[in-house]
């Protein structure tokens, strides 16, 4: 192949068109403004090294002039880019446009009135050089600000391009160019080729940069993650602190009034600090997630109480299904070890998260605990299933429900993060969640946990009590069984008094309705139940008194 200046001059084309398409690509992707000035640049010297070997082939004023327009164009460009790149003001854009417009003007000059190849060479590299020399200027003066913060091959291909176009002016003379241009010899053949390189290499500083930009974005995203993690972790820490204030106090006032109470406010009253302990052990595992010494959601087994545990979860199952009128139901094993090495914190966090979600989600209907222990070896197989009739879910959309943030309901106003929680204990307890839900029927959550009974031998488990929210509703049973003077307004106001809590109110209600209730099972219970502050046990009362009169009527 004859490697003559035409050869080198397409050549030259193609490879700036190509690398002109691969910066547009890139640009198509980031969206980046430099990108496409730079895309700009590769594709106005490769459409005027086009235009340049056309001249046999199409006028002069657009092979000469407008193809040495684009080239130079390029340079101006290429400057644009940078200023873009590294955010700074184009102070040299105004003179470059001069440089462009003079040099236009030269260069129809030298074409159309006085004929002049070498004098078209020496105003084209001139006016690159000047151009390029603005770029270097922009180059150094943003190193000199920010150091090491300026890619050094861009530096040094710009001075090189430099040089080239200096080194052109230098040569021409010493080489007589020819009425046509691309019938010059070896020298600005070499040339041609030395500006392949450059624009390359140029290509490779641009594409350095850009990956330098993103690599500088990406630590300084990774960085602020990094901050606002330990922000979180910082914020957790204190608000988890500043938690057991108030809680101390709840714990330190219980104590005081434990010492004073009666029998019927003791059981009350430690209910209350059973619950300010489980809080605080929740409070205290936070805290120690914040200060990095443990992994939230370890597992630290334990000899535990089992029916204790479920008695408790019974107390606070009821209270949260009295919100929306559901009915509480336990389904107690007939034997259960009185011991098991389990965590029963654990436990506990996973039966109150399923049984939160299920009286959240159900209203008017009723909410099962049902638990099973079997015997297998030296190994205690309790299976547990949280049943509800609430709303029920759509199982075949796809949706993760264990995810976190999870929200089941829009409207529900939860966090989405029970079932989560759930999950995430059972599986490092080596076990899992299974759901089975029906849309307006309700759902079962279950699992099974496999745990070393103490005893091991099922004969020597203890036969199920009945927990104290179990004898609770067997008083409440024997009440409805008596009977009552009472007529439906008075029970209605009584169960209003004890909706809003008003203490002396009941009393004072008490007093007036003394004689249609003297000596009446019903009287007892409600001065029993006053005692202890149980106004949701009182409100009960009177409603499932009132609800079974107008039902035998």
């Known amino acids: 192949m004859n490697l003559n200046l035409p050869t080198a001059a397409i050549f030259c084309a193609l490879v700036n068109l190509a690398l002109g398409i691969g910066m547009w690509l890139l640009w198509n992707r980031e969206r980046l403004r430099y990108l496409l000035f730079w895309s700009a640049g590769f594709f106005a010297f490769g459409t005027g090294a086009l235009l340049l070997t056309s001249q046999k082939l199409i006028p002069d004023f657009f092979a000469i002039s407008i193809g040495n327009l684009c080239t130079t164009l390029s340079t101006f460009l290429f400057h644009i880019g940078i200023c873009l790149f590294f955010d700074r003001r184009r102070l040299w854009q105004t003179w470059m446009l001069l440089v462009l417009a003079v040099e236009t003007v030269l260069i129809l000059y030298f074409s159309q009135i006085d004929y002049s190849t070498s004098a078209r060479v020496y105003v084209y590299s001139a006016a690159q050089a000047l151009l390029v020399s603005a770029t270097l200027l922009v180059l150094m003066e943003v190193r000199r600000e920010r150091g090491a913060g300026v890619n050094p091959e861009v530096l040094v291909i710009t001075v090189l391009s430099l040089l080239f176009h200096s080194a052109r002016i230098i040569f021409t003379p010493f080489f007589p160019m020819p009425k046509i241009f691309m019938d010059s010899g070896n020298v600005q053949t070499l040339l041609a080729f030395g500006m392949i390189v450059i624009h390359t290499s140029y290509a490779l500083a641009f594409s350095n940069m850009h990956a330098s930009a993103l690599n500088a974005s990406l630590n300084a995203a990774l960085q602020d993650a990094k901050n606002n993690e330990r922000q979180k972790v910082e914020v957790l820490g204190y608000v988890s602190h500043d938690l057991r204030a108030p809680l101390a106090t709840i714990d330190g006032y219980s104590a005081v009034l434990l010492a004073q109470a009666s029998e019927h406010q003791k059981k009350l009253i430690q209910t ?282």
């Open 272 to 553: 209350i600090q059973r619950s300010v302990k489980y809080q605080l052990s929740l409070i205290d595992e936070l805290l120690e997630y914040a200060k990095a010494e443990l992994q939230p959601l370890t597992i630290h087994p334990d000899a535990t109480d089992l029916p204790l545990l479920l008695d408790n979860v019974h107390e606070y199952a009821t209270a949260l299904c009295l919100q929306q009128n559901n009915a509480f139901h336990y389904h107690a094993p007939d034997r259960i070890p009185p011991l098991a090495t389990l965590d029963g914190r654990r436990l506990q966090q996973v039966l109150l998260n399923l049984l939160a979600n299920a009286a959240k989600f159900t209203r008017d209907g009723s909410v099962t605990l049902d638990v099973k222990a079997k015997a297998n070896g030296d190994v205690c197989e309790l299976h547990f299933a949280v049943i509800d009739t609430g709303m029920g879910m759509d199982l075949d959309q796809g949706t993760d429900i264990f995810a976190a943030f999870q929200q089941l309901q829009a409207t529900s106003g939860s966090t989405g993060l029970g079932l989560f929680i759930a999950q995430r204990i059972l599986v490092a307890m080596n076990s899992s969640l299974s759901v089975a839900s029906t849309p307006g029927k309700g759902s079962r959550f279950s699992f099974v946990l496999a745990v070393r009974a103490i005893p091991a031998s099922e004969a020597d488990w203890t036969v199920s009590r009945p927990s104290r929210v179990a004898l609770r509703e067997q008083t409440l049973q024997s009440v409805l069984a008596g009977q009552t003077e009472l007529d439906d307004r008075a029970l209605s106001e009584l169960a209003d008094l004890a909706l809003h809590g008003r203490l002396s109110d009941i009393g004072d209600w008490l007093e007036r309705h003394a004689k249609g209730i003297p000596d009446t099972v019903f009287a007892t219970e409600v001065k029993n139940l006053l005692e202890c502050f149980d106004f949701p046990g009182i409100r009960s009362l009177a409603m499932c008194t009132l609800e079974r009169r107008q039902f035998s009527h």
